[in-house]
């Protein structure tokens, strides 16, 4: 008996087979997949055949091996029960198989992919939001209606929706993460292009006369108060919401008498190391080491009241589905603004990018990509003259 992954013609394109010989009889059983281009097929390596020049290249190696385990259980199968496992009989077996194919709704899918990960509840949020949109896109929409026509039909359907670009990008994201998921589980749908918009990304922050406006600020309510404190302990520390709420008397320490927040990050479980501003330290000690407690959901709301309350309201040049629009930092502002605010912080006082993402459990990617400005040329002909005169 063999079993070998084969092209089915010399040239490009072409698609990928297994090729399956037992007792002199052999026959061919299709992986679905096709290669447009001969550089980005690997003939050495059967578990990834497809290289990483494919853009898509994780989801067809996923079908190649998906493919490979189908025919093995079938022939695994035949054998329990002392058939022998002739090539037509198998493949007969696998179009049975496939004549009742895994079928479900991929709002109903995307509820088995979210009981079967454990992911923090702001993400969950994401898979949730993008549910919504598909049954509102098409209720009755099934894993096998998905191909290219959708993907690009269901983009135009979210900007109509009026969603930002971001948005979009994200569900999208979320989406392909899911489909990527499913393919493993043996779910077929027919999308080889995963196009995406291109993301805005919006570099904006508090400034320190900023933050002194919201210090000097005295709230009007106990919420008011909660959020204050909530948003300049987060400016200080760059900590997303989710690891905020984690900050406890056993997470700091104090070396040379500075306070030390360390703990691991939510989302990526990477090791944090934040020394505490002064006046962080004074509220997190005012609340038992502790950040007051808050409704993450009204979160945002509040923190957009509470600027515009304090006087913050510099107007802003925002990027919106590839236009600029003029406005005041209190309609935008939210909590992930908060991290960028504490980040920049650190980046506009001498941190290098490296030291930053080592505080923050960033990646320094993300730092450089979210956080880093641009130099301006000015700004880089001056260092010139500086340096070199």
């Known amino acids: 008996m063999s079993l070998k992954l084969e092209k089915s013609r010399s040239k ?13 009889e052999r026959t061919r059983i299709s992986t679905g997949v096709k290669i447009e281009n001969i550089r980005n097929f690997n003939e050495f390596d059967s578990n990834n055949p497809i290289k990483k020049s494919d853009k898509d290249h994780k989801r067809k190696n996923q079908l190649v091996n998906v493919t490979y385990n189908k025919i093995h259980k079938v022939i695994r199968d035949f054998e329990l029960n002392d058939l022998e496992p002739y090539p037509e009989l198998v493949k007969n077996k696998l179009s049975v ?11 109903e899918l995307i509820d088995d992919y979210l009981s079967k990960k454990q992911l923090a509840d702001s993400t969950k949020r994401n898979f949730i939001h993008l549910k919504k949109n598909l049954i509102d896109y098409n209720p009755t929409l099934r894993i096998n209606d998905l191909n290219n026509l959708f993907w690009d039909d269901f983009s135009n359907y979210l900007f109509q929706k009026k969603l ?6 994200l569900r999208l994201t979320k989406l392909k993460t899911v489909l990527d998921q499913l393919s493993s589980w043996g779910y077929e749908h027919s999308i080889t292009s995963f196009k995406k918009p291109k993301e805005e990304i919006n570099n904006f922050y508090l400034d320190m006369n900023e933050i002194q406006k919201i210090r000097n600020y005295t709230p009007t309510s106990e919420s008011e108060k909660k959020t204050k404190e909530a948003l300049l302990i987060q400016c200080y520390t760059a900590y997303r919401i989710g690891d905020l709420k984690k900050i406890s008397y056993q997470n700091v320490t104090k070396k040379d008498g500075t306070y030390i927040i360390k703990m691991s ?65 209190y309609e935008v502002f939210s909590s992930h603004d908060c991290v960028k605010t504490g980040i920049s912080y650190y980046l506009n006082n001498g941190f290098s990018p490296a030291e930053v993402a080592g505080m923050t459990g960033k990646n320094i990617d993300t730092i450089m990509k979210y956080y880093y400005p641009n130099a301006s040329q000015s700004d880089i002909l001056l260092k010139h003259k500086k340096i070199f005169g």
């Open 12 to 24: 490009a394109p072409f698609y990928l087979n297994y090729s399956y010989a037992y007792k002199n």
């Open 164 to 169: 930002a670009n971001n948005t979009v990008n």
């Open 97 to 107: 198989n496939r004549l009742t194919p895994k079928n479900k709704k991929i709002s």
């Open 265 to 329: 990050a939510q989302k990526n479980m990477k090791n944090t190391y934040i020394p505490l501003h002064k006046s962080a330290a004074n509220l997190l000690k005012k609340n038992n080491w502790s950040v007051p407690k808050i409704l993450e959901q009204k979160y945002n709301k509040n923190i957009k009241k509470l600027l515009k309350n304090a006087g913050v309201d510099r107007m802003l040049q925002i990027k919106r589905n590839r236009q600029l629009i003029a406005k005041p930092i």
